[in-house]
């Protein structure tokens, strides 16, 4: 028996596809890894082959992003609902830190995920300002930053984005300058859904959070690229002193950073998969080859579904939408029903919408091939042909 | 290319050797699960498929635990570190639903995974009572419970023991009983390093969590079973009112159970492989059998390493030595030096100790096979003659 399978064109949400040849690598590396008749995961985390696969990973990331030195990659175990709370545990920390007095926090709400994030950091004691809130407009846009709330620049510790939001498919098109953003206020973002599919300018960030499930690996793993001033925090006693919530061990940055994220057990064989899906993707041409290609993707399949529009709905405005999750609704349940069954007939599979927002929606991540999106604009052609 | 390895002879402590059955079938899942062209790591934590996958898990640790229906199974992200915290979190938080005050907690520290247990808890905020403690004798021995110091069982809202220290290698022989333990004070155990070793008798507790990189799977998920009446907790606004810290949402218990694990996107590859091991476990005959070779292998080398005092030293207790972790040391580094390059030679690997205790540590989990302990028992034997 050998591994096989055929090419799917897969466009579920996340935990997502990967590309055929990294997981038959991961695989055999499960199984038996370097010859040595153990597998990747059978090995401590902390030996010398563990945290090479950390380290290659960090490196890998670092070469991708073009991360400069001022900013450290780290991996913690969970996902999004985790990196919730450990971005405001941490921020906060460094926050009393760097003034000595509790901060509050500045969250732009445009998307289920950003709504989770801002709701956690309340829940557990922090001063949350609601700077931006699509939710009005059903998270149909992201607001414009002229519009957004000011930021009380003399008490808060950061503002917060989602950088693109899975549900209901927008993406911010620029980060907020300063303009908008106060010197000393760091812009933290989840990148979830679009790690990897982009340039970024990491300099410009004090964190960038994502979970690896969608755009990297296997779900399990939160990838942190933080700059590293926001690692000196105040400690325990100080932040007893002032009434804000201690972290976790297991989510505080500067513990996981000086154990080179093998404070508690990384998932070794994780890592092993991030690290062979990074290495693939600098193999391929790295970020400004991927990004053209998801550009060239989100576009055939948003044009395609412009031309119908009344079968189409792409409820998200034009210059909100995301280029990783295409987000689109059909005139009623039956098209709908009728759409997916199709779909299915031609290996088009994973297209239904998020039970929150019905329709469909088409994730387009780094794996999915050009090839998968073109059969899918084809479908949404012949179907809009026999159904309008 | 097919997946080949050599059975090896591993005793390495974690993350750990797994069946190679089991993982063989894991890679093929990896790949192309159930034949649909996607591996199970890639579909949507909340399909059917990755529900059903959660469901038998935990129907096998019920079958193979006898989980009376009192209590329930769940999984969380994260090992050992993060199950710290979880357990002051949310036990603390029934114990003020069930009281209206916050409570305080009884640690014995028994080695070097409870102590951070305890110092975890108390960095969160949580009065912690150090009911025993083995440091003064280096945790050679667990102290008889008649040497414990008393429960304040007026304001315990649990007592918190590790049954099995990995680095140390003492394993408790018995559990708490009403002699010692106050009614309404909750057993909680850590058997991160010995869960599905032997029989429990699961009604005793309150909780049993364990992480999962040793007995039954990879690295990154924590097992959890828990008394249902421990689900009930003080509201958010109680606890604040109370001055009781707040779990983090992804550690929150009831959150996790009503979302039957997964609240946040279950590593459900990882689930997968507690699948398939707990499976063949049922196949072969379950725990007592299990059980039963378990007593053996720890007994032959245990056995072997009592006939040489004059060069092997246990430093643990007999009646505290567990059944899992072989901590043993020889008299001199050379000795240790040469014992660990002889058994190389001979295909035995991963016997080196824990870097805080030196010496040698063969960790004789579920998965390492009868032959491979008594090839390690051969090799024990040999060296001594050699060498004494």
């Not at 090995?43 to 490196?59: F, L, Q």
């Not at 007095?101 to 500045?106: D, E, L, M, N, V």
């Not at 001033?229 to 061990?249: F, T």
């Not at 991030?274 to 400004?288: F, H, M, W």
């Amino acid at each position: 028996m050998s591994l096989q399978r055929e090419e799917a064109n897969y466009f579920g949400a996340g935990p997502a596809f990967l590309p055929t040849d990294v997981l038959r690598q991961a695989a055999y590396d499960l199984f038996n890894f370097e010859n040595a008749n153990l597998g990747i995961g059978e090995i401590s985390h902390r030996s010398k082959t563990a945290m090479k696969v950390i380290d290659d990973t960090k490196a890998n990331f670092k070469e991708l992003l073009n991360i400069p030195d001022t900013h450290e990659v780290f991996f913690m175990q969970g996902g999004g609902t985790g990196a919730f709370s450990s971005v405001a545990y941490n921020l906060m920390a460094n926050y009393a830190k760097r003034t000595g007095k509790k901060g509050k926090a500045a969250y732009a709400v445009t998307g289920g995920w950003s709504k989770k994030a801002a709701e956690e950091a309340q829940r557990l004691g922090f001063d949350v300002d609601i700077v931006a809130n699509g939710k009005a407009n059903n998270f149909t846009s992201i607001p414009p930053y002229s519009e957004w709330k000011a930021i009380d620049a003399d008490n808060t510790a950061y503002l917060y984005v989602c950088d693109n939001e899975t549900v209901h498919g927008n993406e911010f098109n620029s980060i907020p300058g300063p303009e908008y953003l106060p010197e000393g206020v760091e812009l933290v973002a989840d990148t979830s859904s679009n790690i990897l599919s982009k340039k970024v300018d990491v300099s410009k960030y004090g964190l960038i959070v994502a979970g690896a499930q969608k755009n990297v690996g296997l779900a399990g793993l939160t990838i942190y690229i933080i700059k590293k001033s926001l690692l000196e925090q105040a400690s325990d006693d100080e932040l007893r002193a002032l009434n804000i919530p201690l972290s976790p061990i297991a989510l505080s940055f500067p513990v996981v950073v000086a154990n080179n994220s093998a404070y508690n057990t990384i998932p070794i064989f994780t890592c092993h998969i991030l690290r062979l899906v990074t290495q693939k993707l600098i193999e391929d041409g790295g970020i400004e080859k991927k990004q053209e290609q998801n550009e060239y993707k989100a576009k055939i399949l948003y044009e395609a579904l412009e031309k119908y529009p009344s079968l189409y709905k792409l409820p998200v405005e034009k210059n909100s939408r995301s280029h990783m999750n295409v987000v689109f609704t059909l005139p009623s349940e039956d098209l709908e029903s009728a759409f997916l069954a199709g779909a299915a007939e031609r290996d088009l599979t994973g297209l239904k919408g998020h039970r929150s927002v019905g329709g469909m929606r088409a994730s387009i991540y780094n794996a999915v091939a050009i090839e998968s999106v073109e059969k899918l604009v084809a479908f949404v052609i012949e179907f809009a042909e026999k159904n309008q």
